[in-house]
């Protein structure tokens, strides 16, 4: 599939090229309107360029952003959303690894009936179970709080399976030498499995961080208090502000705030994330 | 320092079906025990019951004093190498070492100056620092040995330990393992399917097959005097010939295909008429016949190692290929009649139906 001709490799770029237009020209104009002044974004022409008042919209938007629309300022609800994602990806990767770790090294009565009850709830998303589990947390006073926001969220199923699947893999010598080495379960767990799965928990912690940070629906669902709202309800309260035009220019200075904590995760883990997926270290 | 005692011991897997079927042995203190066998015979499973990796159903396993059937791996005193090695791929060499004696709760002195003198007799010293990955196979291969070494266990283990090594290595390292043992003077225990590493590493040679020891004994006594014709092929590079024979109606002598006659000696006495399997080791047949008998082989493929010459041939009057071996390089061609001596003395005789020696009767292993 090596080729080299000219028109071939202007073709391909030019399919790339279009491919970063289509992805990246969104994030150009949230940036481009996050730099403009109040009133330039809503008459046309729409501006390409970046405006002048980049400092101050961002400045509004970390102190006072949402206190004009009668709410937090981002700096909370950004804070919130970290304790959030933070919360469901730590407690999934622990519980699941956890989970897998019995399932495949333990033998007891009813194993797989309990890997199949948890292999099953992969098909009942958070949306499908939200009514009920609304309930529970409720019953459980668990409403406005982070324990109310992270845990119905942590009970994991599809990691439990991709760890399931990676022990899986790694070779029986291994326990074998620990056991003749005199460690047992947890000192196995600790010293030799945990060391082995650190690419796949890199991998699974971005992915993870990643879901937890764009949770929408259950935030809402849960938090009444505005000291507990997250980033992305915040911007979406900042957008439906009543009688007057949402002040476009520090929506998406807010927005370009909201990206960069995901970006930052997927750059400081990008070298073990990349190697969790695509290689298995044994 | 322990001598290791097998008694009866038998594996039945969930299953039903039987691994091991009622094995005894006995190592003395300090004696170096091969398990040879093809694949399938049990030998890594008996192993792996002595580590304490799988259940024994049934028996005895006694190390030193102590009966440890019940016990778990770490509590019997054994270190075990594995035949991929199983080095920890996250711990440097150093951590892979001390990490038995680190869950032992060692302190730190000690371990550091175990893991250094058993580094020192390994040639380890420089690569403490590195990851097996960053190790050659052969490297590897020591740092599997210094991990079985700084335990100073009663008994090591060995499970097919050189098998993943390349020919020259596997002969350099047989050596070392012998070495090493001689001079520790621990009991060890060795599994192979190489009957070249069975022979030279063994005190005592354990030849398995089905699940049962066929026959155990000194590597020399074994290859001499096999008690069975599963053995007598077994052991020996390349494998005995068998041919098949009929005792002659005066019981006096054999009775080959190809008006063959080979007299019986008189401490094998089967009976008139009875059918056997003659056997003759490949190096025991000469190109030189003298006044006994001989076989006529027409000659079929030669291959030149230089030391020696080994000729497969055919024959007259017989289904069996026969193996010649011969030192140095023989006056041979391709399809040409070869006349073979063929020396009584040599000569081994089973029963047919059930392929136990007719010719050493009371050697024989623990069936």
Request: aromatic content about 8%; hydrophobic content about 45%; some cysteine.
């Amino acid at each position: 599939m090596v080729e080299n001709r000219r028109w071939l490799n202007l073709l391909t770029h030019a399919v790339l090229l279009l491919g970063l237009a289509v992805v990246a020209l969104p994030l150009w104009m949230t940036f481009v309107a996050s730099t403009l002044g109040p009133g330039e974004l809503i008459n046309p022409p729409i501006p390409l360029l970046p405006g002048s008042h980049l400092l101050a919209n961002y400045g509004e938007a970390l102190s006072s952003g949402m206190a004009r629309a009668g709410g937090v300022p981002v700096g909370t609800m950004l804070f919130n959303s970290l304790v959030m994602a933070l919360g469901i990806a730590v407690g999934k990767i622990a519980i699941s690894v956890i989970s897998a770790y019995a399932i495949v090294y333990f033998r007891f009565p009813f194993r797989m009936t309990v890997f199949w009850l948890i292999f099953v709830t992969l098909m009942l998303p958070v949306e499908v179970r939200i009514v009920p589990t609304f309930q529970v947390v409720s019953s459980l006073g668990m409403l406005n709080s982070y324990a109310g926001l992270t845990i119905p969220l942590i009970a994991s199923a599809t990691a439990t399976f991709l760890f399931r699947q990676f022990f899986l893999t790694v070779p029986d010598e291994y326990l074998e030498a620990a056991r003749i080495d005199g460690a047992g379960p947890i000192r196995f767990f600790r010293d030799i499995l945990l060391p082995l799965s650190r690419t796949n928990m890199a991998a699974l912690f971005v992915i993870l961080f990643i879901y937890g940070w764009n949770q929408y629906l259950w935030p809402l669902i849960v938090t009444t208090d505005e000291h507990l709202y997250t980033i992305v309800m915040g911007i979406k309260g900042m957008v439906t502000v009543s009688d007057e035009e949402p002040n476009w220019p520090i929506v998406m200075a807010t927005s370009m705030l909201a990206m960069l904590p995901p970006v930052a995760v997927v750059i400081a883990m990008q070298r073990l994330f990349v190697k969790g997926l695509v290689d298995t270290e044994k | 320092m322990a001598e290791l005692h097998l008694n009866g011991v038998r594996k039945v897997y969930a299953g039903g079906v039987e691994a091991i079927r009622g094995v005894d042995l006995e190592a003395e203190d300090g004696e170096f025990v091969v398990i040879v066998g093809p694949s399938g015979c049990g030998k890594s499973t008996l192993l792996r019951m002595v580590a304490g990796l799988e259940r024994t159903s049934e028996g005895e396993i006694r190390i030193g004093e102590r009966v440890v059937n019940d016990l778990e791996p770490a509590q019997r005193d054994i270190a075990m190498v594995f035949q991929n090695y199983a080095l920890y791929p996250h711990m440097s060499v150093f951590r892979n070492m001390a990490y038995g004696l680190n869950n032992q709760g060692r302190p730190k002195e000690e371990i550091l100056e175990r893991v250094q003198r058993a580094a020192r007799m390994l040639q380890l010293e420089g690569l403490l620092e590195r990851k097996p990955r960053q190790l050659s196979g052969g490297q590897r291969q020591r740092v599997a040995m210094g991990r079985a070494l700084v335990r100073d266990p009663k008994v090591f283990l060995f499970d097919e330990p050189l098998s993943n090594l390349d020919a020259k290595l596997r002969v350099q390292m047989r050596v070392e393992i012998k070495a090493l043992q001689r001079g520790l003077g621990t009991t060890a225990m060795y599994v192979t399917h190489d009957q070249v590493e069975a022979m030279t590493l063994a005190d005592r040679l354990v030849v398995m097959n089905g699940g049962v020891a066929e026959q155990i004994g000194r590597p020399l006594d074994i290859y001499q005097r096999p008690a069975t014709r599963f053995v007598a092929g077994f052991i020996g590079s390349p494998s005995m010939n068998f041919l098949t024979a009929a005792v002659a109606a005066d019981g006096r002598s054999l009775e080959l295909p190809g008006e063959l006659r080979v007299p019986l000696s008189a401490r094998a006495g089967p009976t008139a008429g009875r059918q056997v399997t003659v056997g003759v080791r490949p190096e025991h047949l000469h190109l030189s016949p003298g006044s006994g008998p001989r076989l006529t082989l027409s000659v079929g493929l030669i291959e030149l190692l230089g030391a020696e010459t080994v000729v497969y041939g055919h024959p007259a009057g017989h289904e069996e290929a026969v193996t010649l071996r011969v030192q140095g390089v023989p006056e041979v061609t391709e399809g040409q009649d070869l006349e073979l001596g063929l020396d009584p003395a040599h000569v081994h005789l089973f029963d047919a139906r059930t392929g136990r020696s007719l010719s050493h009767p009371d050697d024989g292993g623990a069936v």
